[in-house]
């Protein structure tokens, strides 16, 4: 499918023409079929309530679009803020030809957070409430504020890109806004990702001591960093099928390894947590709670490790497979802090939950709306990276150091070949 829009001047004269395309495949008719069920599922879920859509009740008020739609969708779309810090603040400028499609990827993730958040919130029409009553002293607030604004920044930053498309005389400020965008696109993350762990910190005695820990907070925050590279790279090699394009092994292994490097980190942070809470029994004890706990440690960091700092990092299958494996790892961790961790506290006041195929198709729903918004972005504008970012990276930049002025040039550069 392919439409051409075109500007004319107040006396008719052709400007400018922009075209527009969009394949039209069978998986996405697949996707709109789901996308489909899924809108006529929330218009039903605003107008009869959450009661006739979900299974929720008063002992079980989380369910599945909390843990999928904003504790796990918040945490896969970590891989922007963690490549904007590497390329832009660390200087790895060999890491460039993904900056933008993560960048993307995490937009359309928040996309989908604020969405199910939206849905999911009993009263949804007063939604705009935190905006201006000020609950500074909650968690959720503070969560509330950082993904709203997180998002707004993440907009802004891709108008960068699309400004060298359509409405071309905004671009020129837009790239010269990016370095503030960045460094606040880079901080706001960190806030929320870790205060989603402070979330279940503060639910004393109601979480399974296996994941509850004083240092929630950072285990949060470290598994939305390192599974960056994981979404990267699955992401990555979907669009290697559905457009055609490659990424370079080497730049996904380099990934991989800092991506292991912070899980090692995190193992290391888990034992000794362990060690000082004395949870090593309930670690062995072999019930489900700890063979979850165990599968995801094992499934999703030890295994990922070894890949990472072996010779499977430099094939497209081993690369594959860490990232299958860590993000199995972190689904695992977030559905089990909330349905594992927290299930015997909920069921010993006679609540049982189990996700209605409304909720099922609502989640699915958004994800199929993200990947189809995607799949149109990456066929219409330029976020697909491109080799020798190198000539225009700004050769001896330190680290540290945010120089994003010539990095836009080369792709308006690419655009116009």
């Given at each position: ?10 006396a ?16 996405r008719?697949?996707?709109m079929?789901?996308?489909?069920a ?5 218009i ?17 008020p989380?369910?599945?679009w ?24 660390l200087?790895?400028?060999k ?30 029409f ?10 500074h ?11 709203s ?15 060298e ?15 503030v ?9 960190t ?42 790279i699955?992401?990555s ?6 457009l ?7 730049v ?46 094992v ?5 990922p ?70 799949l ?30 010539a ?9 116009g070949k």
């Amino acid at each position: 499918m392919e439409v051409i829009t075109t500007f004319k001047n107040k006396a008719g004269e052709k400007m400018n023409t922009t075209r527009w395309t969009f394949r039209m495949t069978p998986m996405r008719w697949v996707f709109m079929a789901i996308a489909a069920a899924a809108i006529a599922v929330i218009i039903v879920r605003f107008i009869a309530g959450l009661g006739a859509t979900t299974n929720l009740n008063d002992q079980w008020p989380w369910g599945l679009w909390i843990s999928f739609d904003v504790l796990l969708g918040v945490a896969l779309a970590g891989g922007g803020y963690g490549t904007a810090l590497i390329v832009y603040v660390l200087r790895r400028d060999k890491f460039y030809p993904i900056a933008r499609s993560a960048m993307v990827t995490s937009l359309l993730g928040y996309i989908v957070v604020v969405l199910g958040l939206l849905i999911e919130v009993g009263q949804w029409f007063f939604f705009w409430r935190p905006y201006v009553s000020w609950g500074h002293a909650s968690v959720l607030f503070e969560v509330f504020w950082c993904i709203s604004c997180y998002t707004l920044i993440q907009v802004l930053e891709f108008g960068e890109v699309a400004t060298e498309k359509v409405f071309k005389g905004a671009h020129k400020y837009l790239k010269k806004a990016m370095p503030v965008l960045l460094i606040i696109g880079i901080t706001l993350p960190t806030l929320h990702q870790s205060s989603l762990g402070q979330l279940f910190y503060i639910m004393v005695g109601k979480v399974n001591i296996l994941w509850w820990s004083p240092l929630l907070p950072l285990f949060f925050l470290l598994s939305s960093f390192f599974v960056g590279a994981g979404m990267i790279i699955i992401e990555s090699s979907l669009a290697g099928k559905a457009l055609k394009h490659q990424v370079d092994t080497s730049v996904l292994q380099g990934l991989v390894r800092i991506s292991g490097g912070a899980m090692i980190l995190y193992v290391i942070l888990k034992i000794a947590d362990m060690s000082v809470r004395g949870t090593f029994a309930h670690v062995l004890a072999f019930d489900l709670p700890s063979l979850m706990f165990l599968g995801e440690l094992v499934l999703g960091c030890i295994l990922p490790i070894i890949i990472a700092f072996s010779s499977l990092s430099g094939t497209r299958k081993g690369l594959i497979g860490f990232g299958i494996l860590t993000v199995a790892g972190v689904v695992m961790n977030r559905f089990d802090v909330l349905f594992t961790g927290m299930g015997s506290y909920l069921n010993q006041y006679g609540g049982h939950y189990f996700p209605a195929w409304t909720e099922i198709i609502v989640s699915l729903g958004l994800v199929s709306i993200a990947c189809l918004v995607y799949l149109f972005i990456a066929e219409n504008f330029n976020i697909l990276g491109h080799h020798g970012s190198e000539a225009v990276a700004g050769k001896g930049a330190k680290a540290g150091t945010i120089n994003t002025t010539a990095l836009p040039d080369y792709h308006e550069r690419q655009a116009g070949k």
